[in-house]
């Protein structure tokens, strides 16, 4: 809810997680950024809700 999103919102959706290693530490896995933003896109439009997460990644 602190992101705007009401408990309507939800409601009746799955929550669909994606996990992504991208982070400033890490460039390597910048890729990552494009491809977590494209599979929220879809999930929205399957009529899930996406929430992506971070996984620590060790440094490169």
Do not use: C, Y
Request: hydrophobic share 40%; proline share 8%; aromatic share 4%.
């Amino acid at each position: 809810m602190p992101m705007g999103n009401d408990p309507e919102d939800l409601e009746g959706r799955a929550i669909i997680a994606i996990i992504n290693t991208w982070s400033d530490v890490n460039p390597r896995h910048a890729h990552f950024r494009k491809r977590a933003k494209s599979a929220k896109a879809g999930i929205l439009q399957a009529g899930g809700f996406p929430l992506e997460l971070l996984a620590v990644s060790p440094r490169s």
